[in-house]
């Protein structure tokens, strides 16, 4: 995007509205296009690789002291992975958010009130970590919407136990289509590794490529767009969202035998809200189809993020 900003020249004596535009300088100013929508929000920050790398410290696996895989050799060893996958094809730069910052000092401060504490005696890193890449050259269209090839990963430390000897480590990776209108955003995928227990980078890179190899776009593509023509009533609708809120009522037994619901009371509160005032993704006159249906509740999960 470009913008025109007009420097007037200095008016002479005398001289007319019509002399004094004549010799303004036009002077074009490029503005690079801010990115207004993350694959995901909440309680999250952006941040860049290069921070991740030189600002953060690793924690350690505090019986042995051996160090944990990196946040940044995380994504570095996914973003490879991409690339040697899919060669010819356009990968771009991670988009990374992070949450629950870990603070600590160096040695040499330990006795320094916190209030004195300068830049350089100060640590951090962050508990939990998501990254989303996108390969825009991979895309195809789904009831009127762009979807684009995305792989990413979630790290969270908190599912480890720092304070014993080194094990495996936990990872979540996928590989999916991202469908994003106006602020919303799902990632739909049947490449998806929940609990990727890996021990070091190398371990890392042939499971991402093991899940790249698995994944079929073509089959995933055909099911969602067989969303679109599926449609439920009003009352279908208010079936589905009477049992969610079942749910958390069952007894335990029960509930360990049926699949587990992933989804909160307020979250389907706010699907229940957004079925009328949704601007994408509303009612219809022909009812609810199964696409919209799968945007509302990836909708009200996209701002909850814990």
């Known amino acids: 995007m470009t913008n025109l900003v007009i420097m007037p ?3 002479k004596k005398g001289m007319g509205w019509s002399d004094f535009a004549e010799e303004a300088t036009i002077i074009e100013e490029t503005v ?16 860049d690789l290069q921070h991740l790398k030189s600002d953060c410290i690793v924690p350690v696996f505090s019986k042995d002291n051996e160090l944990t895989i990196s946040h940044n050799a995380f994504i570095e060893t996914v973003w490879e992975a991409a690339n040697s996958f899919f060669t010819g094809e356009r990968i771009e730069n991670p988009e990374i958010r992070v949450s629950h910052i870990v603070k600590g000092r160096i040695p040499e401060a330990i006795h320094k009130p ?5 830049e350089s005696d100060k640590t951090q890193y962050f508990e939990r970590m998501m990254f989303c890449i996108e390969v825009p050259t991979i895309h195809e269209t789904v009831e009127g919407n762009k979807l684009t090839l995305s792989i990413g990963g ?3 430390y908190n599912h480890m136990n720092l304070y014993s000897k080194k ?10 289509f991202k469908n994003m209108v106006c602020c919303n955003l799902c990632v739909s995928t049947d490449g998806y590794l929940s609990c990727l227990e890996v021990s070091n980078t190398g371990d890392l890179f042939r499971s991402v490529l093991e899940m790249f190899h698995a994944y079929n776009p073509a089959k995933h593509i055909h099911l969602m767009q067989t969303f679109g023509n599926s449609h439920l009533s009003e009352h279908q609708f208010a079936q ?4 969610m809120r079942l749910y958390q009522c069952l007894p335990q037994g029960y509930q360990k035998s049926v699949p587990r619901l992933l ?3 307020t979250q389907i509160n706010s699907v229940a809200k957004a079925y009328f005032q949704d601007v994408n ?15 509302l509740l990836t909708g009200a999960n996209k701002s909850s993020y814990r």
């Not at 916190?114 to 300068?118: H, S």
């Not at 589905?240 to 049992?243: E, Q």
């Open 32 to 47: 690079k296009p801010e990115r207004a929508n993350h694959f995901i929000e909440a309680n999250t920050m952006e941040i």
């Open 154 to 156: 979630v790290r969270a």
């Open 240 to 243: 589905a969202i009477g049992k």
């Open 263 to 265: 989804i909160t009371d």
């Open 281 to 295: 993704f509303r009612c219809s006159d022909n009812g609810l189809s199964m696409w919209k249906f799968y945007n």
């Open 114 to 118: 916190a209030n004195q504490l300068l």
């Open 167 to 176: 094990t495996v480590e936990k990872f979540k990776v996928f590989i999916g």
């Open 9 to 11: 020249a200095k008016a």
